[in-house]
Structure formats: structure tokens, C-alpha cells
């Protein structure tokens, strides 16, 4: 077969892949957990417990990153304390601390996920405050929690996590406004942003061809950073873990300010960089991205929810974003697309990637 023949198979006649089919599922099933969860009146249908002061958040991998994004989001706009936990560190800390007015949440799309049902067990000895975010009734998870909330998102057939992880993420969202509800604070602001999260993620989707061309500068790499603030933080470690699952290039994300302490040293050797922008520490992070521009060469990403920011990269994809929520969930679409773009151009298997399975019982 020649060449010409070989591209025109790879790009013009394959099969969809179950990730790809995945990630264009999002909007929908955003769309059935805001019916399932939010009534007319914009009271939030989950069962969790009164009088709760703290979070604890208890998850592996995808599930991981979407807990410590709403612990982010539960310390700075519930005002509570909250925490994530990966839960092979909880499994195997013998004294992990328990106590009566924690809610204790177990995240995996499965329901089966070994470590995390684990813990469940042994927190389960000491409280009942327990809730499972899964995607399977009937599973070890779920039926061992005593509050549970399903996250409607189908079969996840594809290793790396894409609807799973967003619909875990929005379901967190909706616990952090129930807390706000029972305490009476002011939320209808954060349900009508939520309310256009699926909006928001079409909208992303749109930006595909941009993705494309990025993915081919970043498919040349071996090395990649990923820069980000606050909130967005487990984002970028989110879009880490889906470029090295599905690509192999030794992707990791970085704090922005921090990655100026030593890091930055990385971009001596050949390495892309990939950041986020929005209207948070804007100024710093442009001084941050300048820093490399001017020191370094290498081909910069920057997604951002601002106006198009001049002399800062060639390669800027906007997103139309009303709030931080919207921002959150169109650039975890950005980013799940650049993984998959550029392993297609590597000629990965994204469905099956070499030595990965779901870590089940």
C-alpha cells in the first residue's frame, strides 16, 4: 500500500474510536444530570447528611484530580474544609483520622475500583457518613455507601476516563451547592452557570481544528508542561494523565508560579507548554509566560477565557466562558481532545493504551 493510500486509511476511513465517541457524549450527559438533579425551583435532589463541617474526598486517578478540583471549589465558596485523598495513600495509612462530622466521599466510575473500596470499608467501621459518586448501581461502591449518587454518564469503554470524569466533576459541583442550600447561602448564581455547562461544552468542541493543529507541533515532543492556578491546578494534572495515557509523552503539570522555582529548567531540553490563562493572577501569569517566551524555545499552548492576548504565543485557543465553571469544563474538553489528537497522530491505540486497565476488583 502506498503512502498516499496509508493516510487516506488512517484519517479519511477509520472507525471512531470509543474515546472520541466518548468525549462528543458530554453535553448529554450533563444535560440528564441537570434533569435528574436540579428541580424548577433550583433545589438540589441529593440525599446527603446535616451538619456536616468537613469534606473528605477519596479517589484514584481521573476521579482524583475531578475531588481535588471540588475541594478547591468547597474551601473557597462553601467556606468549608475539604480535602482529597488518593485512595491507595488512605488504604495504607493504618491511623487515618475519622471522626463524626465529616462526609466521606468515595469516587469511581466503576464501583469496583480496588483501592477505593478499601477505604470505604475501613472508614465505614467508624462512620456512616459515607457517599459514593459512581456510574454503576448495584456495585461494591454504591452498595456499601449509605448516601450514593449515580452519575448517568453509560458504559466507559475507552481506558483513559473522559464523560466519567466530567460527570463526576459536575455531580461534586452539585453536593458544593446542597452544602450551600443547607446553610442558606446565596447559589442560584452557581446553578445557572452550571446550568450552561452543556452549552459551554459544545461550544468547545467547536475548537477542534485548532486542537488539531497544536497537537501536531505537540506529537513532536517527548516532554510537555502544563501550567496552571488554583482551581485549575488538578485540571492541568487532569490533562497530564490523559496526554501520557494516551500518547506516552511525559506530560506534567506544574503550578504556574511554582514551576519559576527550579522547574522551568525542564525547558532547556526539548519540551511543549501548555497554560492556562483567565481572571485570576492574570498579570502573573503573563509575566510567567514571557519569562519562557523570551528565554525559551519551544511551541506554547495558552487556552484562555480572555480576549486574544498578543505577543504572547502563536498558538491561543479562546473560549467563550461566562464563569470559572464554564471555563473548567470547556478547557477539560480542550484537553481531552489534544490527547486524543495528538496519540492519533503517534498512531496510539486510545482506546487500549500498551499496559493500562481499569484497576478493579
Known sequence: ????????????????TNMENEIYEQSDIIFELIRKYIKRDYSIAIDIPD??????LIAS???YHSATIAANFI???????AQSYYSSEVALTEDFDVDSDTLYIFISQSGETSDTNECLTKISLKTDKTLAITNTKNSTL???SKYKILTFAGPEKSIASTKAMSAQMYCLFLIAIKLMQQREL???NIIDELLYVPESIKNALTKRQEIKQYANLLADYDNAAILASGMFYPLAKEGALKIKETSYINTTAYPTGEFLHGHIAILNKKCAVISF??????QFTLNVLKKIQDSYRTDSLIITALPVLDNHSDNIIPITASSDIDFMFSSLILLQLLAFETALLLDRDVDKPSGLTKVVK
Open 1 to 16: 500500500m502506498n503512502l498516499i493510500n496509508k493516510i487516506m486509511k488512517k484519517f479519511f476511513f477509520r472507525k471512531k
Open 51 to 56: 451538619n456536616i463541617n468537613k469534606i473528605a
Open 61 to 63: 486517578g481521573s476521579s
Open 75 to 81: 474551601r473557597t465558596r462553601v467556606h468549608s474544609d
Open 142 to 144: 454504591y452498595n456499601n
Open 186 to 188: 446565596p447559589a442560584i
Open 277 to 282: 490563562v483567565n481572571n485570576q493572577n492574570i
